[in-house]
């Protein structure tokens, strides 16, 4: 199991081995092609000790073999390279760093590597020896530096592998200045919000441990006494802040769903250990969101520059730390800046004095033959300032290549060395460096830690703050100016033209709050012009995209309600159109002017409304309706442009308004009124006439056929409840009239059976067979008569001359 686990972490380690190709016993072009390929067995160091070496001292150097071939490598032998004469320039040190071991001209101690030979197989090896042994002589009074490696040797007395490092001796008897040292502490990150809001990704709860990059660096400020000065983006504190203060969103790009997080603890944790380990140590802020300063004044956006600089902005910093910044200094991404972006530096960063930091490879050497110090002057556009230089070469070393365990060594030895090759180089010259790592920098655990504890403890080295070696007299040297082949590396010109276009909708959509303002953009926008984004093109393209979506979402909830259809009718020829204005923004108040402007205004005329009427303010969750007068000539569509402008401000607009259709008609109000008086009688009467239909046929299913009391049986006319009313036909004897007294009527001396009932098929008042259309009343003289009022029997008709109603007349 132990030996599964080891092949698992060796095989993570890989990338960091030292390569090196064969080229002994071989012509030299064969040597230069195998150069460029991968070593065959990857070799790294696991201890170097001790660090400083004095003559006395044991020295172990241990390390890692693998075998990196899918073959067997028989016969390996593993040997010790070296040099006893010390290392006698920076330029020569970097010469033995970046070259092959062989380049050691003596050969010490050697062993086989049997259980290497295996293919992926690793071994362990280590080399112990002495200063003794290897002949270490430091030059007269000042530290030495030693090269010393490991080569691997296969059957054939071929390199297939090896790694150069460096011992650094320390003489007895000391007779050099002190390297003069400031460390800047860089405490910045890449983005990770696109509006204020939304985090697009949760990487600053790994990066804010303490195992993740912002945590060690942090804790490796307060585990020494060492004095950093901190370069702090309030962008990253402002991000923290969020997490740290409640729930907050985490939105990936593409997700078809939002996140919610709980409230962080770790952010909280980590803003406190950096109070804490901040205390007593200088810093100062980057602008907000770490913009590429050089980008935005090739592309004329020097406002976005002094935004950043905005206290605003960099005051998070003040509310986390609990003090202003008391450093004045600005530091221009990688270091590099023409004097145009110099002089806005300038303007905003170094108003009250302070310094540029910039790299060191941006200068000449000094004029006066000296060894190059940090301190010197720049010229720019506003005159001369204050410049600290950091080492170039240093940066690279402590940067780059030490984010594993195996590569972290090299580092600290490589840091060690060069270190005390600048005090060996000119002992009796007073040295100053200053380091600042790259921004993003990320060691291996506890490497951070011991470069500031060698800084505090090498006897060739002094710490310093920042600021004094800022009073150092400055050297004279030569500035190179902005290199042109920098420029392809800069944010792109058509990320940089769409930030522009974004904010200005933005500054539009802006303009038109009132009151308290609670939603800003301008955060947001910094945070796109990051210089960051140079290495993430991709992702740049996706958070400007998504902030983009957000605003037009935004401004979206400022709108004119329209119907769905988009079309208002306006009957006749004038009229007034209703438009609808709601605000459904969450905790902001604005304020627009309604536009409405006809598209034909030969047919349509749309009056102007009083300022004060077109002027609507809204608040959360509000809505105002108005009423805009219209002059119609003629019968038709017309289309009306409705627009929100923003008050004074000369016809701008917000959003993109809406577009209706106004139908015009010939009727006007009166005419309308008239029309639908009309049709109400008509359908009163309707009404009415189905009342009474209804209660004759009530009164018809209850009928007896009996009239009213007192109506003589030959004179009843036909009516409800009279057996064959309406059927007898001219000349014919009307059925039921006999002569009798009570003839025809139920239970008055009719035959059994003889009882009358209502007709059956016949409507009530109807016209019987025989006699289509003719009034069957009961005649007075054999001759039959028409109903009085010319209506049909049972709706109100009464006999000729008596006065008296019918028996059939219920209404």
């Known amino acids: ?424 180089e000119a002992p009796n010259q007073q040295r100053t460096v200053v380091v600042a790592p790259d921004r993003h920098w990320n060691p291996a655990p506890g490497l951070a830690e011991k470069l500031l504890k060698y800084t505090g403890d090498a006897a060739w080295l002094r710490e310093l703050p920042l600021d004094r070696i800022e009073s150092t007299a400055p050297q004279v040297r030569a500035f190179n100016g902005y290199p042109d082949a920098f420029e392809r590396f800069e944010v792109g010109d058509a990320h940089l033209a769409q930030i522009r276009a974004l904010a200005r909708r933005a500054a539009t959509f802006q303009s038109v709050m009132t009151n308290d303002v609670n939603i800003s953009y301008e955060r947001a926008l910094l945070r796109l012009t990051s210089v960051s984004w140079r290495a993430m093109p991709g992702r740049a393209k996706q958070s400007r995209n998504a902030l983009t979506h957000q605003l037009e979402t935004d401004m979206s909830r400022v709108r004119i309600v329209t119907t769905k259809n988009k079309r208002v009718l306006m009957g006749g020829s004038s009229g007034k159109l209703p438009v609808l204005v709601e605000n459904t923004l969450h905790n902001q108040s604005v304020k627009v002017r309604l536009v409405a402007t006809s598209e034909n205004t030969a047919k349509l005329q749309l009056a102007q409304l009083d300022p004060e009427e077109a002027v609507i303010e809204l608040r959360p969750g509000e809505r105002a309706q108005r009423w805009i007068p219209a002059q119609a000539a003629g019968n038709g569509n017309f289309r009306v442009r409705l627009d929100l402008a923003i008050p004074n401000s000369g016809g701008r607009t917000l959003g993109n308004g809406e577009t209706i259709t106004v139908v015009t008609t010939g009727y006007g109000r009166i005419a309308l009124l008239i029309t639908g008086g009309g049709l109400a009688v008509l359908f009163v009467g309707v009404g009415v006439r189905a009342i009474r239909a209804r209660r004759r046929r009530k009164a018809e299913a209850a009928g007896d056929g009996v009239g009213p009391a007192g109506t003589p049986p030959g004179t009843g006319g036909p009516g409800y409840g009279f057996p064959g009313a309406g059927l007898a036909g001219p000349g014919l004897p009307t059925p039921g009239l006999s002569g009798t007294p009570g003839a025809g009527l139920p239970g008055a001396g009719s035959p059994p059976g003889s009882a009358a009932g209502p007709t059956t098929g016949t409507a009530p008042g109807a016209a019987g067979p025989g006699a289509p259309g003719m009034d069957a009343a009961a005649p007075r003289d054999g001759i039959p008569e028409p109903a009085a009022d010319g209506n049909s029997p049972g709706r109100g008709g009464r006999t000729a001359g008596d006065g008296e109603p019918r028996g059939g007349d219920r209404d």
């Open 1 to 424: 199991m132990r030996r599964v686990k080891r092949a698992v972490a060796l095989a993570a380690l890989l990338p960091c081995f030292a390569l090196a190709a064969p080229t002994t016993l071989m012509p030299p072009a064969t040597a230069s092609a195998q150069a460029l390929q991968r070593a065959q067995v990857g070799v790294a160091l696991t201890k170097v000790s001790p660090k400083t070496v004095r003559d006395n001292s044991r020295i172990e150097i241990s390390g890692l073999a693998k075998n990196r071939t899918g073959e067997q490598l028989g016969g390996l032998t593993l040997r010790l390279r070296y040099s006893a004469q010390p290392v006698l320039s920076r330029s020569q040190l970097d010469q033995f760093a970046t070259g092959q071991p062989n380049l050691m001209p003596n050969v010490g101690p050697q062993q086989q590597l049997a259980s290497a030979a295996a293919p992926g197989a690793t071994q362990k090896w280590t080399f112990q020896t002495s200063a003794k042994a290897l002949r270490l002589n430091a030059p007269a009074g000042a530290p030495g530096v030693y090269p010393v490696g490991v080569e691997v040797l296969n059957s054939a007395q071929q390199v297939v592998g090896g790694l150069t490092t460096f011992l650094t001796f320390m003489p007895k008897q000391r007779h050099f200045k002190q390297v003069a040292v400031s460390w800047v502490w860089p405490l910045v990150d890449r983005m990770h919000r696109t509006d204020d809001q939304t985090f697009f990704d949760d990487a600053l709860t790994g990066d804010m441990s303490p195992d993740g990059r912002l945590g060690s660096l942090v804790d490796a400020a307060a585990a020494t006494d060492t004095p950093v000065t901190w370069g702090i983006d309030p962008a990253l504190l402002d991000d923290a802040q969020r997490m740290a203060s409640g729930e907050y969103t985490v939105e990936p790009f593409g997700a078809q769903k939002a996140t919610k997080k709980e409230k962080s603890a770790v952010a909280a944790a980590w803003l406190a250990a950096l109070k804490n380990a901040s205390k007593g140590d200088p810093y100062f802020t980057l602008p907000y969101g770490d913009p590429d300063v050089v980008a935005l004044i090739r592309h004329k956006m020097p406002r976005d520059i002094a935004v950043a600089f905005a206290a605003r902005n960099t005051g998070v910093a003040t509310q986390v730390l609990g003090r202003a910044a008391d450093a004045d200094v600005a530091w221009p991404p990688f270091g590099a800046a023409g004097p145009g972006t110099l002089e806005r530096l300038a303007e905003h960063a170094l108003k009250d004095g302070g310094s540029f930091l910039m790299s060191s490879s941006q200068f000449q050497p000094a004029q006066t033959g000296e060894l190059p110090n940090a301190a010197t002057k720049v010229r720019t556009r506003a005159g001369e300032q204050d410049a600290l230089l950091f080492d170039e070469k240093l940066n690279k070393i402590v940067s780059e290549g030490s984010r594993t365990a195996y590569g972290a060594l090299l580092t600290e030895q490589r840091f060690l060395a060069e270190t005390a090759m600048i005090a060996a």
